[in-house]
């Protein structure tokens, strides 16, 4: 017999050490999903269980042998916590299978892009994935081999969880501008789509509907809210201090007089490593750093942190905005720069999640208008107080109500008005390909790459590794010994564990149009002459066979139309900062010290 749904989160939450909460939203949400209902759109505070809920009706068909949907798509706005959600969802399942009468063969992975030659992509029963991958590989950008529709076939009639979408807004707005349409294409190749959040802008929830209506897709939505009046958020109280520091300078001392466990967000991966040196340099064992410029292996380590049972009672991390969704932890402070009214809901939502606790927010601004665009960061300081933000922690309504008198209308049509020509062109080529999508999924992916440059994101991500230091010194002994060649083809069995190599140093470097700068952190001195190095392997090759291809300049606009190609540049090492005692600090400055 299959277990019920509360048995399911009965099961989780034990697993956990907690306590069950019956939260009634759970069973509005459940009721919409079992009535068919193909989006739905789930509004909780944080740490209220909103990961729980939504997960529960697929696990409910795994344990009763029956299948609604062909697999789960737990979806992510950046790949810095894919591992720690993955670990979390793992232990879940875990916990319901010891409690199912039948045993069940249940497979789950993570996939956030990267460099993986010769493997399917987002396999397994459950996946967990960014927004950025699911969409490159359900539109056939990123495939194996040929094989384009097998990731069309992957996700249709699959349940997509997407998880703190309005994480993936920008200066222009454009991710949020765009991401209506690609919503209408998982609906329409069958799948049931979860929009799950805690501060979604009411302007988003209008424009996917609107998009929706337009494209003659009346599908079946709800919308489904906590409500503070019949459900009271099972954790702690956050007591909200605005200050007036700038925690480049105070973040120090603010947190050798708080309690700890402790949560420090930094707007920007400079400023956060100069906090997290201030803190080793003063004596701090407990002190860990995360950011989304750390390599594969480093950071799922880290990411491990919170899924590792006792911790330190003096722990403290020092992050960027990476943990601002996926982190399940209870903090006693958060220590935050000022930052949008949503990203401070969510960071305050990192604290107090069990028991009360202390948020810090400096209104400082500098920081905040070099990552935020300036008219949403005074917007924001113009809304918020204290109390405010308190309540938005726990009542979604108090929540939804400050992030609507951010984000209206006019400050959104001032942020598209901001961008410039062909910014807005590349909206309309976005958006005019998600369009005709349906109508050409068996057409050649190489006519339509102008139009899916940016499918997601302005910009793109430039896809790094670091090589072991011999590796690395052998190749740049192998160009300079061919300084005329472009492309250098090697077969050594040193590098025969290459691919295993690339994937576990990668990282990736975000890139905007108009960053078409001299990216010091990946280019290399060859007999006097500065090259940009990438890595070429064949995809079914079991020799230790690659090649080094040599670039003078990257033209990022130009990068853009390789889609299907994943070759990472090599990062210089001098550039990728490691610790007298080891501990990785990242490519901290990629421009350079003159940025």
Same mark, same amino acid.
């Given at each position: ?6 048995e399911i989160?009965?099961?989780i ?9 019956k ?5 509005d ?16 505070p944080?740490?209220?269980?909103k990961t729980?809920?939504?997960i529960?009706p697929?696990?409910?068909d795994?344990?009763g ?7 789960l798509?737990?979806?992510?706005p ?21 409690e199912?009468?039948?045993p069940?063969k ?5 996939d ?12 397994g ?12 590989t ?6 194996y081999?040929?094989h ?5 076939g992957k996700?249709?009639g699959s349940?997509i969880v997407l ?8 200066s222009?707005?454009y991710?949020?501008t765009?991401m209506?349409?690609?919503i209408?294409n998982?609906?329409?190749y ?11 802008p ?5 424009e996917?509907l609107?998009?929706l ?6 599908? %079946?939505? #709800?919308? +489904?809210e906590m409500? $503070?009046? =019949?459900?009271a958020?099972?954790?702690?109280r956050?007591?909200?201090?605005l !200050? ?12 050798e007089k ?23 340099d003063?004596g701090?064992?407990a ?10 292996r480093i950071r ?6 919170f899924?590792g049972g006792?911790?330190p009672?003096e ?6 905005q990476?943990a601002?969704?996926?982190i399940?932890y209870?903090?006693?402070?958060l ?6 009214a ?5 960071r305050?939502?990192?604290c107090?999640?069990?028991e ?5 927010i400096?209104?400082? %601004?500098d #920081?905040? +208008?070099?990552?935020? $665009?300036? =008219? ?11 109390? !405010?933000?308190?309540e938005?922690?726990?009542n ?27 910014i807005?062109?590349r ?5 005019s390909?998600a ?7 068996f057409?050649k992916?190489?006519?339509y ?9 302005l910009g ?7 090589l ?7 190749i ?15 077969s050594d069995?040193?590098?025969r564990?290459?691919p295993?190599?690339l994937e576990?140093?990668a990282?990736?470097? %975000?890139?905007r ?6 990216i010091r ?6 007999q ?12 079914l ?23 299907e190609?994943s070759?990472?540049f090599?990062?210089?090492?001098e ?5 007298s005692?080891?501990?990785h ?5 990629p ?5």
């Amino acid at each position: 017999m299959a277990m019920e749904y509360w048995e399911i989160v009965e099961a989780i939450v034990a697993g956990r050490g907690r306590r069950l909460q019956k939260y009634r939203y759970f069973e509005d949400f459940w009721k919409a999903i079992d009535e068919d209902n193909r989006l739905i759109f789930l509004k909780a505070p944080t740490g209220a269980g909103k990961t729980e809920a939504a997960i529960t009706p697929f696990l409910s068909d795994i344990l009763g042998g029956q299948r609604r949907w062909h697999s789960l798509l737990y979806v992510l706005p950046t790949r810095s916590l894919v591992y720690n959600m993955f670990r979390r969802i793992c232990r879940s399942a875990e916990a319901c299978l010891e409690e199912n009468e039948k045993p069940v063969k249940l497979v789950i992975s993570y996939d956030h892009g990267g460099y993986a030659p010769g493997k399917a992509y987002l396999e397994g029963d459950i996946t967990v994935t960014t927004y950025d991958t699911l969409l490159y590989t359900f539109y056939g950008f990123r495939s194996y081999g040929h094989h384009i529709l097998l990731s069309i076939g992957k996700l249709a009639g699959s349940l997509i969880v997407l998880d703190e979408v309005q994480l993936l807004q920008d200066s222009s707005w454009y991710s949020l501008t765009i991401m209506p349409y690609h919503i209408l294409n998982l609906l329409r190749y069958g799948a049931t789509v979860v929009v799950m959040t805690a501060t979604l802008p009411k302007i988003f929830l209008e424009e996917t509907l609107r998009t929706l209506e337009y494209a003659g897709q009346r599908e %079946s939505y #709800s919308i +489904i809210e906590m409500d $503070p009046a =019949v459900d009271a958020a099972q954790r702690g109280r956050v007591r909200v201090k605005l !200050i007036e520091d700038d925690l480049a300078d105070t973040a120090v001392e603010l947190v050798e007089k708080c309690e700890k466990p402790a949560l420090i967000i930094m707007n920007t991966v400079e400023r956060a490593v100069s906090v997290f040196r201030k803190l080793k340099d003063k004596g701090h064992e407990a002190v860990h750093l995360l950011h989304s410029r750390l390599i594969a292996r480093i950071r799922k380590h880290r990411e491990m942190i919170f899924e590792g049972g006792k911790l330190p009672k003096e722990l403290i991390i020092v992050s960027t905005q990476v943990a601002e969704a996926g982190i399940d932890y209870d903090f006693k402070t958060l220590i935050t720069e000022l930052a949008p009214a949503d990203s401070l809901i969510q960071r305050i939502g990192r604290c107090g999640r069990k028991e009360d606790g202390t948020a810090l927010i400096s209104m400082k %601004s500098d #920081s905040a +208008i070099r990552v935020y $665009p300036k =008219v949403v960061i005074e917007r924001t300081s113009e809304n918020i107080d204290e109390q !405010i933000l308190e309540e938005s922690v726990t009542n979604v309504r108090a929540a939804s109500a400050l992030i609507d008198s951010v984000y209206t209308m006019e400050i959104i049509e001032e942020l598209r008005r901001s961008s410039r020509g062909e910014i807005k062109e590349r909206v309309e080529l976005s958006k005019s390909f998600a369009k005709i999508f349906p109508e050409v999924i068996f057409s050649k992916r190489s006519l339509y790459r102008e139009e899916a440059k940016s499918l997601l994101r302005l910009g793109m991500e430039l896809p790094c590794v670091l090589l072991p230091d011999r590796l690395y010194d052998r190749i740049i002994k192998l160009c300079e010994k061919d300084p005329k060649k472009n492309m250098i083809e090697v077969s050594d069995p040193e590098f025969r564990d290459l691919p295993k190599i690339l994937e576990e140093n990668a990282l990736s470097l %975000s890139i905007r149009p108009d960053e078409n700068l001299r990216i010091r952190g990946i280019m290399h001195r060859i007999q006097d002459r500065e090259f940009y190095l990438q890595v070429r392997v064949p995809t079914l090759s079991e020799e230790p066979r690659f090649w080094i291809m040599k670039r003078e300049e990257v033209d990022i606009n130009n990068l853009g139309k390789e889609l299907e190609l994943s070759d990472p540049f090599i990062i210089n090492p001098e550039y990728y900062e490691i610790s007298s005692d080891g501990y990785h600090l990242g490519l901290v400055k990629p421009y350079g010290e003159n940025r």
